[in-house]
Structure formats: structure tokens, C-alpha cells
């Protein structure tokens, strides 16, 4: 393993350390409990915006704290759920009175963490919410996950509820605004090399050198199917179909009804995208991905999208929601309605993201 | 070789359609010569900032056009110079009038072919000056190069000069500060892997499992020694004093003098690091390695700095000037005052780089 780590045990930890120090005037890190919050938290009146997952998948979350995106970020460590107390604590501590949302990411861990905090911080009179993030097609049921697992979308969720969180909305506001950009994106990607876990010290899995894997999850989960390599053309041919051929996804997420404090079953019907629709296109990297193929992807991206006749109104393309170092890239597309880009187009400032300031 | 490219011999061009598709606000690309540009060039009265250098080193320079940075960028086959009529048609394309200002890195075949559009542009009435950035301090009179290799301080003086053109510096103010800021910027990389360019479909160079390149250039040429793998801080020291303890670096370069229409002899000497400066940090990432990792390093590099007594005032951190999909990284220090400093926070709006709009 050739990483560029000092020990194991203190890679997230110096990583943190490292943004900190980058980014003094918007980004401060709190250990022990570990959580990486504005500068300027608490924001007085302003929902309060929180994330978090496993570590490795940098920028996010934390490289997406700031000003128009996350208020607070809890990291766990690399592919692992942050605890319960990550996220209480920094509900506590960037709570400016409007309450608290939770974007969760559907891994088991994630999910159950979460819920522990958001009871915690019901429990000490914080208003809460919690909404969740399923957008990958790829696979269902798969290791670490009951349902589709969360991916790009929710860098898009995190940019533009933020900056709804800016604008005042309220915490009802808010959440029924991220679960619109839940619903409406939709999430694929695919892989040509593993990558390596710093604790476990060898690659996560294997791969031929003349095989890919499609529908990989960002922790190198296994994904539908391995495959030989073959064009960029023809990769995103099969992932775009798996994208916008899905049909009406339907199912149960459990939400925190923070009006009569208990979990409520929500159910939730994902519409599927049409001719005529607007779409943000987000292209990302895996990590090891330069961003010279990413354009390859793109081009290929709207080529398709045009023969559709669906207009890609806005883009993203980099390595936003990463993997380490694996090579490969996502493609995640989402419907945008006038609300939906009135936010994209916010002015952000966070380490990972950045204009209009 | 597994890679997101389809044929060979279009992977350039493929690429920078993508780009193109991507930003038609602020992008265009010519073909045939191959050169991007902006999409409202000419800017009338505004001094033109044109690069260009081999592909593979995305987001520069092709990323980098737009406002507040490039007018024009020319690229040329992956690791190979772009030729003099690119060069040439990029600048009769995005004159406004107020001359066109040639960034060149330092290896043999650009300096060779923008010396050549010089002339041509120059023949063809447009007032023309050329500034070599030449900070790599890792190795002199490479493979590729007379003298020390063009790299990170590149990115650096697009941003600082382009803003300053938009500010409507005149040619030889412009000129001036590029020179200044090539002269106050020194730069060193290392790698954990080999690129592989797509014509050749093999690595570049072997390195073992345990082995690290120390002082690599951009083009995976050799650098200064082979080593063991080791800690990142150590990584990080060794890099750091090489570039913080260079001298003062005395050479000749060749410039055109647009006054007389000859090219003419300049000595220059660059200052060494001194407690008390303040500098802009930039961590760059090869291409391969994660945002991640480059906080792990950027934390050493912030230890050391203090250290020494000397203020990182700005840092960027990111992929900027990479080589394919190489893991490793660069640090690039840039002495900066006031002049500098400024242009550095000017609004920036390219493809690559965004603040401030």
C-alpha cells in the first residue's frame, strides 16, 4: 500500500487537521467527538444543515461545510458510519434555533446512527428532521444497504438545501426541499480499479486488468455486473439506459415527525425522467479519475440527453463524492424545476465547492 | 491499459469537445488548429493571455480559459507541444487590440514553437511578449529542458496575470508581473505510480510496490532519486527544504522585444524564501491522488511554514496541473505581495477554477 498517511490509526484524523488549517475562515474541526463545522456556527434563525458518513469520500463531506451548504459534517472513520454522539454534538453545536436537518446517505450504519442522534437532540427541545438519500439505480438490498444506496445525489442535496437554509426556508421547508432532490436524482457508477482501505492495507477487490465492475458503490461494494473494458461511449451507453429507463421507484423511508415526536413511515414514489425535462448533470470522479476523462464521460453524457431531447441546464463535473483513490466515475442526473436551480445557483464558499464569492 | 477514452487517436479531441459541451457560456474550441478559447474573445482593449502546452496536465490550460485567466490555450497531443500555428491562429483569434502575452513552460518543444508564433504574430502587426516560467527546482537540464522545468507556478501566474489583464494592465505590465511571479514561485513533485499515455498503452516508467519518485516531472520524466516508500511528513520535509533552502537561481532567458522586434537576452534572479514572507501554498494532486491525501500533506506543509516563520497567507489545493492518472503530488510555493495578492482574489470564472462570480 503506498498511500500518503503517516499511521493508520491517524489518517481521517490528520486529513481533518490539514482542512482545518487550510481553511481557517470558514471551517473549524471539533475531535472527540469528531465533527467538522462553520466558523461562524451557530447561524441565529438559520436551519442548521448537517451531514456525515465514512471518511474516503472527501470532499464530502466535510470539504462541503460553509457558507450556502453544510453547517456541520461528521466523519467516521474511512468507510465506516460515524457515531451517534459525532452527530448530536455538532446538532448541538450549530443549532442557531431553527432547527436541525440531517441529509443521510441509506447505508444501515448511517441510518441507524442517525436516528439515535435525532432522537438525542428531539430529547434536549432541538427541532429535527432527517432526510434520507437513495438515488443509486445500480442495486438493491446490497451489502451495507436495505433499499438503493445514497451517492452523488446528495452532493447536489447538500448544495442546494444549503442554500435554501440560506435563504430562511424553514425547517419543514427544508426538508420537504431535500426530499424533492431525493426523488428527482438519480445515481450510477462503475469502476476500473479498486481501491485500498488504509486499515486493511490491500485492495478492497480485485480486478482484472482488462475488467471493469458497473454499478459500483462508493466503498467498493459490488456492483450489477463485472465486465470486460470496452469504450467510454459504450460504459455510458449502458449506465445512462440503467439511469433514464428506470421506471417509478416506490418505498417506505421512515422520517422523524418532529411535530408529534415519533418515526412516521413516508411513502415515496421517484418520478422517472422525460422528454422536455431539465436536468442538472453531475460527472464525477472515483478519486483516481482525471478530469480529462471526466469530459470524455460528459461529452458522451450529452450527446445522449440531446438525442432524448432532455436539456442539461446546469453541470458538474469533478471528483466531488470519491472512493479514495479508485479510478472510475459516477453519473448522476436530476430533474430541476425553477426552485431546484434558483439554489443551485447560490453563491457557495466551502473548501469543496465554491463561486459566486 | 483500462482508461475512459474510446479511439486512440481521439482522445484529445474527444476530451475537448466534452469541454466545449460542458461550458458554451464561457468556452469554445477550434479545431484544426486545435485551440480553446474564450467565448467573448476578443475582448476589445484587453490584453490577451494565451498558454498552451501538451495534454494531459487538465485542468491547465484548456480548464484555465475564461474570465480573469486565459484568453486561449493550445493543446497539443498528450505530453507532446502544441505546434506554432496553433499558437499563431489562437493569437490573430483573441487579440483585442492591446497585444497577446505568451506563458510558456519551460521544455524545449514550447519554448521552440511559441518563439516561432511569436514571430509570426509579431510579422502580422500584434504586439507579442513571451514570459518563461521555469520554478521546478527538483532537476536542471532534464529530459525535455534547458534549465529548470516548467510546473505548478504556472497555474498560479494564469490566475494572477489573467486577473490583471482583466484589470487592463498594458502588455509590458503584464509581462512584468508574469515575470515576477515566476521569479518569486519555486515548485517540487513526487509520485506513488507511472501515467500511462494512451498512444504508448504501457506505463511511462516501472515503480515497485515500495518505491517512490522524488522531484518527478509532469511528463513522468525522471526526478531526483528513487526512494523507499515513507511517511507523508517525511515526504513532505524533504520536498519542502529543497524548495525553501534553493538559493538565489541565477539564468538567461530569451525574450522578445516587441520595441525592436528581436529577441534579446535577460538575466534573472530568483530570491530565495526568507522568514517573514507571505506566500500562497498550492498542493496539487497528480491526478490520481485524492483531495484527501492532499490535506495530509498540506498539514505538514503548514507546520513547516510556521516553523519557519513564514505566513501562508492563500493556498490552493486540488488537481491543477496533473499528469493523467499519476498519484502523487506537488507543492508550489509563490512569494506574494500586495500586486499579487490582489489579482490572486480577483473573480475568477473558468472551467477549472471559479470564485467571486
Known sequence: MKKL?????DVVKEQLEGMALAHPDYVKVHFDPTYVYRADAPVEGKVALISGGGSGHEPMHGGFVGYGMLDAACPGEVFTSPTPDQMYEAALAVNGGAGVL????????DVLNFETAAELAYADGIAVQSILIDDDVAVKDSLYTAGRRGVGTTVLAEKIVGAATEARYDLKQCADLARKVNKYGRSMGMALTSCTVPAAGKPTFELGDDEIEIGIGIHGEPGM??????????IVDDMMAEILDDGPYARTVREWDN?????????????????GDEIIAFVNSMGGTPVSELYAVYRRVAQICEGRDINIVRNLIGPYITSLEMQGFSITLLKADEEILKFWDAPVNTPGLRWGV
Open 5 to 9: 498517511i503517516n499511521a493508520v490509526d
Open 102 to 109: 440531517f441529509l443521510v446517505k441509506n447505508y444501515t450504519g
Open 225 to 234: 455486473r463485472r465486465e470486460k473494458m470496452k469504450a467510454v461511449d459504450e
Open 259 to 275: 411535530e408529534h415526536g415519533e418515526w412516521i413511515d413516508v411513502e415515496l414514489i421517484d418520478p422517472p425522467f422525460e422528454a
